[in-house]
């Protein structure tokens, strides 16, 4: 194949590479990025193709293996630990959403409609809620695994029946 029908050839291409490079990102500006980079790599090792093989393939082979090998590259960058002190910034970070003062109220008439439950519901639901397991709260209580069970989901309706204006 000579340069020229090899540029025409990649050229033909563009518009199902650009197809195929959306569907690895989702996103017009790395697929325009992964295009770029695939074409600048066929051109650059265009003596490694081999001739009577297909060169479809070849291109898109090319394509997917930039893709995994640049996803691996920012998985591995993001993994990163640089030794600095980030304990600020693994605090508060800004991923977090932090309570507003809305939520402050909805946990104080959450935790005001747990504690006008029945003892035999609040009790097992506060201990769950402390992470005790089901089976611990069981043997604790004295009660069958089954009763935990049930009175913790029970509970859990008596409380969205009663909070229903703040699960929105």
Same mark, same amino acid.
């Given at each position: 194949?000579?340069? $020229?029908?090899?540029?025409?050839? $990649? !050229?033909?291409?563009?518009? /199902? ?5 959306? =569907? $690895?990102? #989702? ?18 090792? %265009? ?11 070849? &291109? ?7 893709f995994i090998n640049n +996803?691996?590259r920012n998985v591995k ?10 304990? @600020?910034?693994?605090?508060? #970070?800004?991923?977090?959403? +932090? *309570? #507003? *003062?809305? =939520?402050? +109220?909805? #946990? /104080?008439?959450?935790?005001?409609? &747990? ?8 009790? *097992? ?6 992470? +005790? ?9 004295? !009660? *069958?695994?089954?009763?935990? /069970?049930?009175?913790?989901? @029970?509970? %859990?309706? /008596?409380?969205?029946?009663? $909070? ?5």
């Amino acid at each position: 194949m000579t340069q $020229l029908q090899f540029n025409n050839a $990649l !050229l033909g291409l563009q518009d /199902k590479l650009l197809f195929y490079a959306l =569907s $690895l990102t #989702s996103d017009q500006e790395k697929a325009q990025d992964l295009l770029q980079e695939t074409f600048l790599k066929a051109l650059t090792y %265009r003596d490694k193709f081999a001739q009577n093989t297909n060169f479809k393939a070849w &291109i898109y082979t090319i394509m997917k293996n930039t893709f995994i090998n640049n +996803y691996r590259r920012n998985v591995k960058a993001k993994n990163t630990f640089d030794g600095a002190n980030n304990e @600020f910034h693994l605090k508060f #970070s800004k991923d977090k959403i +932090y *309570p #507003s *003062p809305e =939520s402050f +109220y909805s #946990s /104080k008439e959450i935790s005001k409609s &747990i504690n006008e439950l029945e003892d035999e519901y609040r009790v *097992p639901f506060t201990m769950f809620l402390d992470g +005790y397991k089901y089976k611990e709260i069981a043997e604790h209580l004295e !009660l *069958p695994l089954g009763t935990v /069970k049930s009175r913790i989901f @029970f509970t %859990r309706k /008596k409380l969205e029946k009663a $909070l229903k204006e703040f699960a929105n």
